[in-house]
């Protein structure tokens, strides 16, 4: 063992500061990690028990809490309270057991204790109010409602018809963060309300969100909204023509040229329902037939009317026998046909096409046989049907210089402006963060190249010199003299101090 430690305290001594470093900063982050990570996998994960909650209803739920011994925390500055993920489920139904939330709204459990001497205004209001929170719990099941109230106006029923009136709703809602409900959703909303409350129909339900928003004037329900249902079978239309002046103007740009050829289409659509209910007749069979027939005889002498000659009576059947013998005889037939009867219960589509108009205007002058050769082929593209009253028009006439630029192609000459491009609004923030990425790396790419520069040994270099000689100034032979004595006394004293110091106190005495 104190091999080992001898060797790694070696190892340790032989690495550089930066290493070092490196090494203590890299194990204290693993043990932090590891401490962390301890702690998140034996830590107590806790679960929302009520979010948007009051004050006053916040203060009942913890003190119902503390008396039940559930641990909580307190979020969201107080309006959600969240309790072991465990005890979620039990400690919500301890909650509604005690009443603590009475007030967030009672459905039909209003009902489920009957009250002595309850009015009928008190029932009616009890209705009402079960009736919209019922309502408010189906529409917050939506993942981007977050809360919702609903209001309804019943009107009291009368027992006149003309007197009565339609019930109306409305309905307020709260989105979750970066959510939207689409058309159809609200649609949902306004058809689910318009279901559930008697006498309501779906143009008198009303839905807002808490910026102020009208959502259910976006969508057309019922009969209210007849200019949203107009604007859309106007745009119907439109794009109706668009698609076959776009299939036309294809073909006549292939053989013709870009920019050689304007097609126009008019449409004529029918948007009326329209139901049909026809009975037809056949000629029928013989299911059954029936015959009966009556006979009978007299015997007797001559009869006839007293007083009156003897007249033989003129009846079909009756036979005349000599001295007064009679017989008669009736046959009857019944016949039973089945008819065939044939029901046909028709509903039209709306949208259906009643007439189409086209227009077809070439650049240059065309001969009749271009004409007819242009009709046919345009007619066989779009399903030109004259029986119906469909029309196609075409015209040769020269064009302008600057007309079918808007047809020209990419790599053709023109002074038109280029298309501007329209980014998507999220590209903003993806090149923002892209430009702090990049900078972020510029950064630790400086910091790692000034801590690469100083753990680098600093070498100095030698840089050799070459010796110059001396320049001796030019002295005289005393002067020489003299300093060789100053020289020659330095050293003495150098060597000898003790002496110097001596000779030189004698000096001092003999002055």
Same mark, same amino acid.
């Given at each position: 063992?104190?091999?080992?430690?001898?060797?790694?305290?070696?190892?340790?001594?032989?690495?550089?500061?930066?290493?070092?470093?490196?090494?203590?900063?890299?194990?204290?982050?693993?043990?932090?990690?590891?401490?962390?990570?301890?702690?998140?996998?034996?830590?107590?994960?806790?679960?929302?028990?009520?979010?948007?909650?009051?004050?006053?209803?916040?203060?009942?739920?913890?003190?119902?809490?503390?008396?039940?011994?559930?641990?909580?925390?307190?979020?969201? +500055?107080?309006?959600?309270?969240?309790?072991?993920?465990?005890?979620?489920?039990?400690?919500?139904? &301890?909650?509604?057991?005690?009443?603590?939330?009475?007030?967030?709204?009672?459905?039909?459990?209003?009902?489920?204790?009957?009250?002595?001497?309850?009015?009928?205004?008190?029932?009616?209001?009890?209705? %009402?109010?079960?009736? /919209?929170?019922?309502?408010?719990?189906?529409?917050?099941?939506?993942?981007?409602?977050?809360?919702?109230?609903?209001?309804?106006?019943?009107?009291?029923?009368?027992?006149?018809?003309?007197? &009565? %009136?339609?019930? $109306?709703?409305?309905?307020?809602?709260?989105?979750?963060?970066?959510?939207?409900?689409?058309?159809? /959703?609200?649609?949902?909303?306004?058809?689910?309300?318009?279901?559930?409350?008697?006498?309501?129909?779906?143009?008198?339900?009303?839905?807002?969100?808490?910026?102020?928003?009208?959502?259910?004037?976006?969508?057309?329900?019922?009969?209210?909204?007849?200019?949203?249902?107009?604007?859309?079978?106007?745009?119907?239309?439109?794009?109706?023509?668009?698609?076959?002046?776009?299939?036309?103007?294809?073909?006549?740009?292939?053989?013709?040229?870009?920019?050689?050829?304007?097609?126009?289409? $008019?449409?004529?659509?029918?948007?009326?329902?329209?139901?049909?209910?026809?009975?037809?007749?056949?000629?029928? $069979?013989?299911?059954?037939?029936?015959? $009966?027939?009556?006979?009978?005889?007299?015997?007797?002498?001559?009869?006839?009317?007293?007083?009156?000659?003897?007249?033989?009576?003129?009846?079909?059947?009756?036979?005349?026998?000599? %001295?007064?013998?009679?017989?008669?005889?009736?046959?009857?037939?019944?016949?039973?046909?089945?008819?065939?009867?044939?029901?046909?219960?028709?509903?039209?589509?709306?949208?259906?096409?009643?007439?189409?108009?086209?227009?077809?205007?070439?650049?240059? %002058?065309?001969?009749?046989?271009?004409?007819? /050769?242009?009709?046919?082929?345009?007619?066989?593209?779009?399903?030109?049907?004259?029986?119906?009253?469909?029309?196609?028009?075409?015209?040769?006439?020269?064009?302008?210089?600057?007309?079918?630029?808007? &047809?020209?192609?990419?790599?053709?000459?023109?002074?038109?402006?280029?298309?501007?491009?329209?980014?998507?609004?999220?590209?903003?923030?993806?090149?923002?963060?892209?430009?702090?990425?990049?900078?972020?790396?510029?950064?630790?790419?400086?910091?790692?190249?000034?801590?690469?520069?100083?753990?680098?040994?600093?070498?100095?270099?030698?840089?050799?010199?070459?010796?110059?000689?001396?320049?001796?100034?030019?002295?005289?032979?005393?002067?020489?003299?003299?300093?060789?004595? +100053?020289?020659?006394?330095?050293?003495?004293?150098?060597?000898?101090?003790?002496?110097?110091?001596?000779?030189?106190?004698?000096?001092?005495?003999?002055?």
């Amino acid at each position: 063992m104190n091999g080992l430690l001898k060797t790694l305290a070696d190892k340790w001594n032989g690495l550089s500061n930066a290493k070092k470093s490196i090494i203590v900063v890299m194990s204290a982050a693993v043990i932090l990690a590891g401490i962390f990570f301890v702690q998140w996998l034996t830590r107590e994960e806790y679960a929302p028990l009520f979010s948007d909650l009051e004050p006053k209803q916040a203060n009942a739920v913890v003190e119902k809490l503390k008396e039940l011994k559930v641990p909580y925390k307190l979020e969201n +500055q107080g309006t959600t309270i969240s309790v072991p993920k465990e005890k979620v489920y039990e400690a919500r139904i &301890e909650l509604a057991g005690a009443g603590v939330l009475t007030q967030t709204g009672l459905g039909f459990e209003l009902f489920d204790q009957s009250k002595l001497g309850q009015t009928p205004f008190e029932r009616e209001v009890d209705y %009402q109010r079960a009736l /919209q929170e019922e309502l408010r719990r189906t529409i917050v099941a939506f993942d981007e409602v977050e809360q919702a109230r609903v209001h309804l106006v019943l009107p009291k029923e009368s027992v006149f018809v003309e007197e &009565e %009136q339609p019930a $109306s709703a409305a309905i307020t809602l709260k989105m979750r963060p970066l959510a939207k409900l689409n058309a159809e /959703q609200v649609k949902g909303i306004i058809y689910l309300v318009s279901s559930s409350v008697q006498n309501l129909p779906p143009e008198n339900v009303k839905v807002i969100d808490t910026t102020g928003r009208v959502l259910s004037d976006e969508v057309s329900v019922g009969e209210a909204n007849l200019t949203q249902i107009r604007l859309d079978q106007y745009e119907l239309k439109r794009q109706y023509e668009k698609d076959l002046e776009k299939r036309v103007q294809g073909m006549l740009s292939t053989v013709f040229g870009p920019g050689k050829s304007i097609v126009m289409v $008019s449409a004529d659509l029918d948007f009326d329902r329209v139901e049909e209910k026809t009975l037809d007749y056949g000629d029928g $069979s013989i299911v059954g037939q029936q015959t $009966s027939t009556e006979q009978s005889t007299n015997t007797g002498g001559a009869g006839g009317v007293v007083g009156a000659p003897n007249v033989t009576p003129q009846v079909p059947g009756y036979v005349a026998g000599g %001295q007064g013998n009679s017989s008669y005889q009736k046959q009857d037939t019944t016949t039973n046909y089945n008819v065939d009867q044939t029901e046909r219960h028709t509903v039209r589509a709306q949208g259906q096409l009643r007439s189409l108009s086209v227009s077809v205007v070439v650049d240059g %002058q065309l001969t009749q046989a271009q004409v007819t /050769q242009i009709e046919g082929m345009v007619a066989t593209a779009i399903g030109l049907q004259p029986l119906r009253g469909d029309q196609i028009n075409v015209t040769g006439m020269a064009f302008e210089n600057n007309a079918g630029l808007a &047809e020209q192609p990419a790599g053709s000459d023109s002074n038109a402006q280029p298309a501007k491009i329209v980014f998507p609004p999220y590209f903003k923030w993806v090149g923002l963060g892209a430009a702090l990425f990049l900078l972020l790396l510029l950064v630790l790419a400086r910091r790692r190249k000034k801590k690469a520069a100083a753990a680098l040994p600093v070498v100095e270099e030698v840089v050799p010199v070459t010796p110059v000689e001396p320049v001796v100034p030019q002295i005289s032979p005393e002067e020489r003299a003299r300093k060789e004595k +100053q020289q020659h006394l330095k050293d003495i004293v150098r060597q000898k101090p003790e002496e110097a110091a001596q000779l030189i106190k004698v000096w001092l005495a003999e002055d």
